[in-house]
């Protein structure tokens, strides 16, 4: 018999690697290896027991069933990219599908909750490692530059800010908010929640230096929408939710506003230079310093350009407007990520894709407000999910296999719900140490 923990093992360090190294190529070969080792381990189970629900498993065969339909009439249409599209829209929802099929312990989703937690103490130290030694203030690195190619990673200095990139940071959209969310609405002992603290700090002070402005608009987002979310959490759960969400951002706005100058002052770092590189992002004209903006200008006007000429069901999957391209390799990939969508699969396309992501979160809310250990999960995955959304729309991050996890993560906890009636009982056990 072989045991629990070591059946879950490849899952949990696959989980683990596309949240730290989401996109990094020299991964791929493991990546790809644990993939099959837990896509054929699910599949085998499949022969004890099917664990989906119908309405899942109805609705993720529709919506791969759509995609297969907009790749096709890409392909009769002659875009470039119909084909590469497949796997994203086709074949990984079915592969996620069968993953969930899987996950049939509550146990296993406490193990994937660690994962998360650990993930994001891993992407902030290796994330502060890269920036600190690229300062010359420790030696490189050895891991990230094996890890990583070096054009996956890099870092510049401008007039009070800094700009760093690394794919881990990636996730920070979804991390950031999910720890957050986890810190405001859980119990841990002393010693856990000190670290889990330290982690959210210097991931948020890490988001500042990086100059993402995607992650600092979720940054400070992340209380909003914990706000809005604990508005479905049962009356004793949201009443703490909300005095603890109060504290949080008092103590993490004096911690931060503190070790910005602290730190930042010996290397040229303000405030106001980081707050000038933010709102340069939103500095359309001519005259702007930054080009980004324009060139999303430029892409809005292009792609709504297409869009027009086809406006209720789209050029098809791959289709290019030829008025922006994002790159040459994969010019049908944008950073508009659902404007592309509206271009690429129309009003009719785009409105299908919605109704399944509010469908994921009509059912979140009804496990959250149903309380017990299912909603203390989903709590904090439904707000970082809503947070990676966000940032998805200027950022193609929902294009890879390494993004549509943020899809299906809930998805998993919905499906065990629904299927598992002890998932709805009791409080998580308090943790008191990692």
Known sequence: MIPRWLKITPGIVLFFLML????????????AALLAVVFVSCLLLWMDQLHISQEIGFITLAMSAIGAFFCVLGA?????????????????PLVYLVIISGIRHDSMFRSLDKAVLWSCAAVVLLGFGFYLSALGLIPDVPLLNEILKPEEIGFSMGDGYTRL????????????????????????GRKLRVALWAILVLGCILILFSGRRAMEIIMLASPLIIFAISRFQPDSDRRKTRESLIRAVAVLALL????????????????SGITDRFMAAFDFSMNSSDDSPQARTEQTHALLKEWEQRPIIGAGF?????GSLRSEETPWAYELYYLALLFQTGIIGLGAYCLAVL?????????????????????????????FLIASASNPYLSKFDGLWVIFLPVAIINHWKLSPEFRGALMPVPEHS
Do not use: D, E
């Open 256 to 271: 931060i506003g503190v070790a910005i100058p602290v730190f930042g002052s010996a290397y040229g770092i303000t405030f």
């Open 76 to 92: 009769m249409r002659g875009t470039p990219g119909a084909t590469s599209c497949i796997t994203v829209y086709v074949l990984w």
């Open 318 to 322: 791959g289709a290019t407007s030829h």
């Open 165 to 188: 990139a690394i794919p881990g940071l990636n996730t920070m959209s979804f991390l950031t908010p999910f720890l957050m969310a986890v810190l405001v609405s859980r119990k841990y």
């Open 20 to 31: 730290v190294f989401p996109a990094a190529s020299n991964m791929f070969p493991i990546k």
């Open 359 to 387: 469908w994921i979160y009509y059912s979140a809310v009804r496990i959250i407000k149903a309380g017990g250990q299912a909603a203390q999960i989903m709590f904090p995955v439904l707000v970082g999910m809503t947070g």
